[in-house]
Structures are given as structure tokens and as C-alpha cells.
């Protein structure tokens, strides 16, 4: 009578299969401590096969030998080449992260770009000043133009500066002109068939 999966124990981890988890329930039943630890060596040599990107990665080595344990509900009484991982620190969770939010006055824009601005506006008069406010000018136009397509008047982009730099970056509409943005054409939808060769 054919036996299904369905009927047999569930897996502890199904990545490695049902063969590998029979090995690991034959290892246990070995008597002898030194063949029942060479067995087991044997066993995490086949995990990494399985994945042998992975296998000569010291973390990944240390993670077997883990998996291993794991596969054999913590029962598998031989020597580890590592400290393996406790039951009890299976479920535990890291420490949450506490990002520290701050508000953005123009969403669009993002707060990186609000905080270039102000330190732009610290800098010295000179050309280098100049370089990065046109850099940033024109990158505000293009963040605009991705999400209206109309387009947007360089005036708009020089308030944006003046207002986000106290002041300190003042650019005129009449004499300063940022470059114009258009739309990428869609590609063409392309044919599966081949081109008929003149004759």
C-alpha cells in the first residue's frame, strides 16, 4: 500500500526533505556515541550539498549543525563542533528598532533633499556653491516631473529652494533656466517573427 506524504509526520524543516529528516531520526537511534557523532558529520556534509553556495560559508556551516539539532527536536546527544542554538531562543525576537521620525515638509522631495538644501545654504559663495544648487535644482524639477507629467515652472522649484533654505538660495526665473524633462517614448511592441530578407 503506497504511503503519502500527508499520512507521514510533518517535517520539522521541509527545505531539506524527507530524506535527510529519516537520516536524522536513524542517527538517533545509533547506540554508540562516537559512530552516532560520525553520522551525524556525514549528515550535515549531504544539508550542504544541498545548497552548496551556501556550505563553505562559516555561518552557514554553524547554521547546519543548528538545523541539525532542530531536525532532531534537541535530542541528538553527540559532540557539536559549534555552540548550538538553545530551544528556548528559537522564538525569541531582536530588540525593535526605534527610527526616529521626522516630519517632511515636502513629501515629493524626500528629507534627504531637505537636508542638502540646508547645508548647500551654508556654503560659500564660489562655484562649487553654484554646481550643487544647479544639481539640486535640476534633481527637485526631475522628482516633480515624476509625479505630474504636465510639468512644472522653474519658479515654483526656486520658491521651493528659497523657502527650504531660510532664504539662503536665491535664484531668479528670468535669468535661470533649468532644463525641460519629457516623457520616455513606450517601446515598441516587438514581433515574434522574423524579417522577411529582401530579395
Excluded at 559532540?79 to 530588540?95: A, C, F, M, T, W
Excluded at 507629467?149 to 521651493?160: H, L, P
Aim: net charge neutral.
Amino acid at each position: 500500500m503506497l504511503e503519502y506524504n500527508s499520512q507521514l509526520k510533518q517535517l520539522i524543516l521541509p527545505e531539506y526533505g524527507r530524506n535527510i529528516q529519516q537520516m536524522v531520526d536513524h542517527c538517533m537511534t545509533i547506540e554508540d556515541r562516537e559512530e552516532r557523532t560520525r553520522c551525524a558529520f556525514t549528515i550535515v556534509q549531504i544539508m550542504g550539498n544541498m545548497f552548496p553556495e551556501l556550505r563553505d560559508v562559516e555561518d552557514y556551516r554553524h547554521k547546519f549543525w543548528d538545523h541539525l539539532a532542530i531536525m532532531s527536536d534537541f535530542k541528538l546527544d553527540i559532540d557539536y563542533p559549534y555552540d548550538i542554538v538553545h530551544r528556548e531562543n528559537l522564538d525569541s525576537k531582536p530588540e525593535p528598532i526605534h527610527y526616529r521620525l521626522e516630519p517632511i515638509k515636502y513629501r515629493h522631495y524626500g528629507k534627504i533633499i531637505e537636508k542638502m538644501i540646508e547645508r548647500i545654504g551654508d556654503y560659500p559663495e564660489g562655484e562649487e556653491r553654484d554646481a550643487l544648487i544647479s544639481l539640486i535644482a535640476h534633481h527637485m524639477k526631475k522628482l516633480i516631473f515624476a509625479i505630474n507629467k504636465e510639468g512644472v515652472e522653474d519658479e515654483k522649484i526656486f520658491k521651493d529652494l528659497y523657502w527650504y533654505s531660510h532664504g539662503k538660495i536665491c535664484l531668479d526665473a528670468s535669468t535661470y533656466k533649468l532644463r525641460q524633462f519629457k516623457e520616455a517614448p513606450s517601446p515598441s511592441p516587438t514581433t515574434g517573427g522574423k524579417k522577411k530578407k529582401k530579395k
